[in-house]
């Protein structure tokens, strides 16, 4: 796929809607993981799904939340119409049209038990990331968790091979698994999504090392930083705010 553009389009969104199946690793143990981690804050106040998607997540997420309501976020009026349609309308989830570039969502009526974001902070530039860590910070309440699932920057040109040939084999192994055939993995190629290939900079795709996260995260007031899982250049994290 071509990127002219600097953001995010409807395009895109569309194009992530029919490859996500096959070209998110592992989605169903991230998916377990991230709702672990946000069940295990032990503050109260509503959860924040950050750039939902499609809302696999948010739904999972609303499944386990006994209080509060779970805040779905995202720029795309089509992944957002989207998360709605598979939540079946359930009161408890709230959703807006935000650029996550932009602080002024940031102000909450009330602390938040948890926020978790998957695929979606590495659109931000590494200065924004570092306000978006501060702003959440101070958005959730004590005992209240981060849990951030990522695509990383490798720090080495052999960490870049590795990710891109890792992403290729998972997405021919999801594709092998959930269609039969490797239809996955070609419209994966046909659509140039593993940015771990290109070395040109990317206007859209700006991810950070993992090191970076750590230090940005530390660096923001979170303790216990860690890392949950990895594979293929991506990770899941928690930060935790004592
Ligand atoms: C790769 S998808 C990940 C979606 C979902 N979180 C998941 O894990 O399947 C990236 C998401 O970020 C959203 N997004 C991209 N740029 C954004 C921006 N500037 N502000 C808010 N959301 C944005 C897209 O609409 C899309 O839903």
């Known amino acids: 796929m071509s990127r002219p553009a600097a953001t995010w389009s409807e395009d895109d969104s569309d194009t992530y809607r029919a490859l996500s199946a096959f070209v998110v690793p592992e989605r169903e143990r991230q998916i377990a993981i991230i709702v672990e981690l946000v ?79 998957s695929l979606a902070v590495h659109h931000l530039d590494d200065e924004a990331k570092r306000a978006l860590f501060a702003d959440l910070f101070a958005a959730l309440a004590p005992g209240g968790v981060l849990a951030l699932a990522d695509v990383i920057r490798p720090a080495t040109e052999a960490g870049h091979d590795i990710a891109a040939r890792m992403w290729d084999e998972e997405v021919e192994r999801r594709s092998l698994a959930l269609a039969g055939d490797r239809s996955g993995l070609a419209a994966f190629r046909a659509a140039d999504w593993n940015h771990f290939r290109r070395r040109e900079p990317d206007l859209v795709d700006k991810p950070a090392t993992l090191v970076e996260h750590a230090d940005w995260l530390r660096q923001a007031g979170f303790v216990a930083v860690d890392l949950h899982w990895m594979l293929a250049g991506q990770m899941i994290m928690s930060a935790w705010k004592r």
């Open 39 to 117: 069940n295990s804050s032990t503050a109260e106040g509503d959860v924040l799904d950050l750039c939902c998607g499609e809302g696999l997540l948010t739904r999972a997420l609303l499944a386990a939340t006994a209080t509060g309501t779970v805040l779905a976020f995202d720029s795309s009026p089509g992944m957002v119409a989207a998360t709605r349609r598979l939540c079946g309308g359930d009161p408890r989830l709230v959703t807006a049209i935000v650029d996550i570039a932009d602080r002024s969502w940031r102000r909450f009526g009330r602390p938040l038990r948890a926020a978790a974001s």
